[in-house]
């Protein structure tokens, strides 16, 4: 924590962006983020995860103020990607987002507000009205609804990358597969308070979706196997 020229205190962010191939929405996304937390003088870590592009993102993210740049040798997938950036974060409250700009930065200061008022460990943001193709929506439907039968968590829309934890929600915990998606499921078998508040949610910029039918079946699995930990 920082203290501000009023005395009260100020949060110091680390903001974890998963990449892959978006090397046309980073610079804009990039942008607004210095400029909410500019507006606030926050202090920030913007740590960019290179999840394999192929495109020139890695280099765009690295020519930015305030961001550091991991780069994976190839795609190891969102999961990893996170893993890796929220292990590297040094402050004590880690956002993450997805890189394609969907993720609006203006929710960022209400997710933190929310986290403290309500003294909680982890809040994640409620695509309540999506900006996503009807297919892509109807199989989150269906996958929300597995986890809730299977998971039983509090979560609406476990899978907007758009959260903020506590950075201790982090230690001795790694992500695997596709279990990004199920933090909190994860996170509230161990203990820790959830919440959820509603963000905006943009259409994409540029670029495509990097979502497909293997992702989906990779999901379910994750699914089965956080049932499995927290039954046994």
């Known amino acids: 924590m920082t203290s501000s020229v009023d005395g009260s205190v100020e949060?110091?962010?680390?903001?974890?962006i998963a990449v892959f191939n978006e090397e046309n929405n980073l610079?804009?996304?990039v942008d607004e983020i210095n400029a909410v937390c500019d507006e606030r003088g926050w202090v920030r870590e913007i740590i960019?995860?290179?999840d394999g592009s192929t495109d020139n993102s890695a280099r765009v993210a690295g020519s930015m103020a305030n961001v550091t740049v991991f780069r994976f040798r190839r795609n190891f997938g969102q999961t990893a990607a996170f893993d890796a950036g929220c292990h590297a974060a040094q402050y004590e409250y880690v956002v993450t987002m997805d890189g394609d700009g969907q993720n609006d930065p203006a929710d960022i200061p209400n997710l933190i507000a929310h986290l403290e008022a309500?003294?909680?460990?982890?809040?994640?943001?409620?695509?309540?009205?999506r900006q996503d193709t009807f297919a892509k929506r109807f199989v989150s439907r269906g996958a929300n609804l597995l986890r809730k039968v299977f998971l039983n968590d509090t979560i609406h829309d476990s899978g907007c990358?758009?959260?903020?934890?506590?950075?201790?929600?982090?230690?001795n915990v790694h992500l695997y597969g596709g279990m990004h998606r199920f933090i909190?499921?994860?996170?509230?078998?161990?203990?820790?308070s959830i919440g959820e508040?509603?963000?905006?949610?943009?259409?994409?910029?540029?670029g495509v979706s990097k979502y497909n039918a293997a992702r989906t079946i990779k999901g379910l699995a994750d699914i089965v196997l956080l049932w499995f930990w927290r039954s046994y």
């Open 161 to 171: 990358s758009l959260k903020v934890y506590r950075r201790e929600c982090f230690d």
């Open 11 to 16: 949060p110091r962010l680390s903001i974890v």
């Open 184 to 192: 909190p499921a994860l996170l509230e078998m161990r203990g820790f």
């Open 118 to 129: 309500n003294n909680l460990d982890v809040v994640s943001g409620w695509r309540v009205h």
């Open 27 to 29: 610079s804009a996304l």
């Open 48 to 50: 960019v995860v290179d």
């Open 197 to 206: 508040l509603p963000v905006n949610h943009r259409p994409r910029r540029s």
